[in-house]
């Protein structure tokens, strides 16, 4: 978004801001408010063109931006802001694509097994291996049932069933329901790591898997991840 001062409150947060500083006040205290507003929209980051209106990045923009950690971009020549949005908009479009392309391998995978009945934790380890990250599949109980981590330490994965005291689970995991409705369902959480594919949100097709650890299948639901 290019900004000017009268921008700010149309921003929605995670904005790339695009701004020469025009119409900025000069005096500390003005840019100290504006500085405060401009951050407090909390945007992906700030790219401020030097030049026509500021020589040097205000001392109080980049006060703010270091208390709320957003990046702070100086251009110190000229640049056509329409040329960086668009260059923007064609990675945003290009990650989109992967993801449903990476979405789609993954829901024929999930229908491939569902319809051959494959055991959970064989599904489970097939699911990891493809999304690049730990998942694990847990029971109404919140018992562990499965669970696969490539390359992984299993005592990091699973701490958190094993840890003493109230469940504490990594920032950014999930947790997805999977069961029918009136059925005993199961939980799946995927923990968040080093993806090797872009993260689609797969559908969990309706199909009767072999529990590894009991004769009764258990059934993975319509049912998805992002």
């Not at 500083?21 to 500085?35: I, K, N, R, T, V």
Request: proline share 7%.
């Amino acid at each position: 978004m290019v900004a000017g001062t009268g921008a700010f409150g149309l921003l929605d947060g995670a904005e790339l801001i695009l701004t020469t500083g025009a119409g900025w006040p000069s005096d500390a205290a003005a840019l100290e408010d504006l500085s405060a507003a401009l951050v407090g929209a909390d945007p992906a980051a700030v790219v401020l063109e030097l030049g026509a209106n500021f020589s040097a990045a205000p001392v109080e923009l980049i006060r703010a931006c270091e208390e709320r950690t957003i990046p702070l971009i100086l251009l110190h020549r000229e640049v056509r802001f329409v040329q960086i949005t668009q260059r923007i908009h064609q990675l945003v479009l290009a990650a989109q694509t992967e993801a449903l392309a990476a979405r789609t391998e993954v829901h024929e995978m999930l229908t491939e097994l569902g319809l051959n009945r494959s055991p959970v934790d064989y599904v489970i380890e097939r699911l990891a291996e493809t999304i690049g990250a730990p998942v694990v599949l847990e029971d109404s109980a919140e018992h562990v049932v499965a669970w696969a981590a490539r390359d992984r330490d299993p005592e990091s994965v699973l701490a958190p069933w094993t840890a003493a005291g109230p469940r504490s689970l990594p920032a950014g995991s999930e947790r997805i329901a999977v069961g029918h409705k009136g059925e005993a369902g199961v939980t799946s959480l995927r923990f968040p790591g080093q993806p090797t594919r872009p993260a689609g949100a797969p559908c969990l097709n309706s199909g009767h898997l072999r529990s590894p650890s009991a004769g009764s299948p258990t059934r993975l639901a319509n049912s998805g991840y992002s």
